[in-house]
C-alpha cells in the first residue's frame, strides 16, 4: 500500500491534523460525487483514477494524493509549457490549504524519466517550487522551472544529482532524490502505510476555473 501511494505519482502532504475540516474544504474545489472511509486494507489503487483521491490521517499530518489532484498525466509529447501550468494549478491548490490549515508540501515522481518536482507552501504562500522536465529524447532549452530560496535539504540533495543553480554536473533527479527531499522536509513517503490511521475516498470532478 505505500508504494502506491507515491511511486509514479503526486501527493501533498499538509501540516495538521484536521481531515475533516480538509475534507469540507474541498468541496469549495470541486463537485464531490461520493466520499467514504477507507480502511487500511482496501485497494490503494483507486487513486490511480484521474477523478479519485485519498485524503489521510497519518498521525499529526494528512496525506492528500492521487491522480485526482489539479494536474494531469504527462505523456513524452508534452511540453515544459504544459508542466509549468498544471504546477501551477497544482502548487496554488496547495497554497490555499496552507492558508487554512497549515504548511502543506508537494511531490512528484514520474519513473518514466518525464518529470520531478517538490514545493513547499505556507500561510498562502507558495515558498520554494522546483520542477525538472526530462524525457531523455531531446534537450529542451528550459528544463526546470525554479521559485524561492532553496532549502537545506536540496543543497545537500545537490551532492547527489543535478539541481539547477546548486549543481554543475550529475543526473537529473529520480525516486530516490524526491523522496530523500520529501523526508527531509516533512516526511518519508515510504512511512505513509505504518503511519495511517484512516483515510477517505473522494470521488470528484475538478472545477473549471471561475466557475
Known amino acids: 500500500m505505500n508504494v502506491s501511494m507515491y511511486r509514479n505519482l503526486i501527493w501533498l502532504v499538509v501540516e495538521s491534523t484536521d481531515l475533516e475540516g480538509i475534507v469540507d474544504h474541498l468541496k469549495g474545489e470541486a463537485d464531490i460525487t461520493s466520499i467514504s472511509d477507507l480502511g487500511a486494507a482496501d485497494d490503494l489503487r483507486l487513486i490511480w483514477r484521474t477523478s479519485h483521491l485519498v485524503v489521510a490521517d497519518l498521525g499529526g499530518l494528512i496525506y492528500v494524493g492521487g491522480w485526482g489532484l489539479p494536474f494531469r498525466q504527462y505523456g513524452l509529447r508534452d511540453r515544459m509549457e504544459i508542466l509549468d501550468e498544471c504546477l501551477r494549478n497544482l502548487a496554488g491548490f496547495a497554497a490555499r ?46 528544463s526546470h522551472i525554479s521559485a524561492g530560496e532553496p532549502t537545506e535539504a536540496e543543497v545537500q540533495a545537490a551532492n547527489r544529482c543535478y539541481i539547477n543553480g546548486l549543481s554543475t554536473q550529475g543526473c537529473y533527479p529520480d525516486e530516490a532524490d524526491v523522496r530523500e527531499i520529501a523526508t527531509n522536509w516533512v516526511l518519508d513517503p515510504q512511512q505513509f502505510s505504518q503511519r495511517l490511521v484512516r483515510a477517505k475516498l473522494i470521488e470528484w470532478s475538478l472545477k473549471k476555473p471561475g466557475a
Open 97 to 142: 490549504l496552507s492558508q487554512k490549515f497549515g504548511t502543506t508540501y508537494g511531490f512528484g515522481d514520474h519513473q518514466g524519466g518525464i518529470y520531478n518536482f517538490w514545493f513547499m507552501t505556507e500561510r498562502g504562500q507558495i515558498t520554494r517550487k522546483y520542477a525538472v522536465y526530462h524525457d531523455g529524447l531531446q534537450e529542451y532549452e528550459q
